[in-house]
């Protein structure tokens, strides 16, 4: 498919490519997502998992890496206790900024320190009808340049603790940033990953990243992601995850940045009694745009995913979520659950909740619910009753929406900084040691 | 029963419409301090609309008539300026709100009381420590304190609750609308005794109920019957009893 934006790719990508070696790896690997990036295009609007994304800014993006500025330690998040960090800067380590693990269960090696550093397979063959989802993964596989690559071995013990902070700090004019975790927990290996997207600036970058991640049989892995850009960013972002045998994955996503971000979830439960718990909220305010997309596969039998959202949308803003559960021939005995709610804070704001259910075998649990409105009248009134302010009511009542996924993530460091930021657009209901 | 001083409550001539259609028509009634005045009627007849009215429920249109509280016009105060002044309504059907937590709600509660008397925020140690007692008071477990409000509640629970929040509030009007409504026995009277504890001189209780049970164990000082959005028939506490035998047909044919 050849337009002027894959035209325009190709050529940018053309000129980067030189500075690489030619043979190896990670070029053989850039060729082939070119390629491919070529044959099938960027999606665009028209694409049914598209539809509420903002896909307008790429016409005038740069695609070419940036020439990394490197930020200040004290523009960085505070440190999470307890975890090892590993900071990338527009995709590139930044040694200086990180502390480095000291675990002997895993290894992280910068992807650019060797072509060795690299699994085999880090673009798991695209699901079937996934079609225009992923290949802004390939675009990612054809520009990034470094990146981690995390393998986790078995640790009954204690789960590794490992936190990645993503800084972009070009502004797209001059160059994009592509963030890329190629991770691996073998049989029975526990993680706890801690996933950050933040700016070194004020700059309007172009952020697109790629995580993958393989789940071995027994494994465990409690994922947090934050993607706390600045306000002019747009960010793009492709996870696939595999999840084996009894192994148990927990993502919680939280999307609060950027002037117009999509998140793109793809999860393939392919052991028996996988078990996924897949929980974003979104925050959407002025003109922002937060779109979600996640893919649930069910491959295995007895499988059990749960899915929820909580997205709050003010301003002019659009936040969508639209939640796919797929299960597959045989995935019986599937245990699955969406709960996906939005609330709409402006008369001007827009929310968008779609659950989407595909079964292809018998014995299965599934259920979904979805809602999208204002805050509830009776509920309202009820706390109006008892002497609270409408505003104080109206806040806490936001609050209590978002709680629900806010109050399962079990680093408190983490979740202290997570509400804090929460209440710069979410404003809490009352002031911090006031409250019970 | 007093009469002689301003009543707290004094309801004049009260003509209220819900989406057009006139629910109230022409209520009249006074309750002095420290009274326990019952609300009967049948379904239909008006009795939650005062009581959401008096607590100051949007979209309730007051058409005619004036509710005076403590000597201020009651009607011109938003529901939690009512709150705030000691107002204070028992839902028939509490809502649930997951993620605010009950103690959380309570403590804020009394604080926003606390605020409008110029007094400081309670001691959070005390204040649990009283909240616990009148927890045992209303045979509510201590897994409450962990839980949002309502959250999972059984009906039963839900009305203990609001009774429980009622006596950590203390307020001067308590307004019960069909607190009874749905509550076994054992319930209904832990109900009541949680009532029961909170009467005294300086507080009075509208019990807005369908049936004359609950007045077995809270005694009312006068029943009121409505009927058709206005008081029909006021009595003492034998007035529920001959209602019970004759059903509400007696009066709404009286009324008619």
Redesign the interface.
Known sequence: MSTPLTARILEEHANASRALPPAGPTATRQRTAIAALTAGGLPTSRDENWKYANLRPLERLRFAPATPVQPQATDLPAAIPGFARYVFVDGAFAPALSARLDASAATVTPLSASDAGRTAATVPAPAPGAGADERFALLNEAFATDGAAIRVAAHPAEPVRLELVFVASADALSGASYPRVELQLESQAQLLLIERHVSGGPHASFVNSAVTLELGSGATLHHYRLQELAARAIVFDTLSAVVGRDACYRLHGINIGAQSARSTLAVRLTGERADLTLAVVALGEHQQVQDTYARVEHVAPRARTEQVFRGISAGRARVAFNGKIVVGREAHGTDSRQSLRGLLAGPEAEIDVRPQLEIYTDEVRCSHGATAGKL????L??????????E?AQR??K??????VV?KIEVAELRRQIEQRLARQVPE??ARG??? | MSTARTPLLAINDLHVTVEGKQILNGLTLQVGAGEVHAIMGPNGSGKSTLAHVLAGRPGYEITAGTVSYEGRDLLALAPEERARQGVFLGFQYPVEIPGVNNVYLLKAAVNAVRQQRGLAEVDAFEFLGLVREKMKLMHIEDSFLSRGVNEGFSGGEKKRNEVLQMLVLEPRLAILDETDSGLDIDALKVVAAGVNSLRSPERTCLLVTHYQRLLEYVVPDIVHVLVRGRIARSGDRTLALELERRGYDWVSGQAA
Request: aromatic residues 18%.
């Open positions: 509830d009248e009776n509920m009134f009820y706390l109006r009753s008892r002497g609270l302010e409408p104080v806490l009542l609050w209590a929406f978002l709680e629900d109050a209901p009352f006031e409250s019970a």
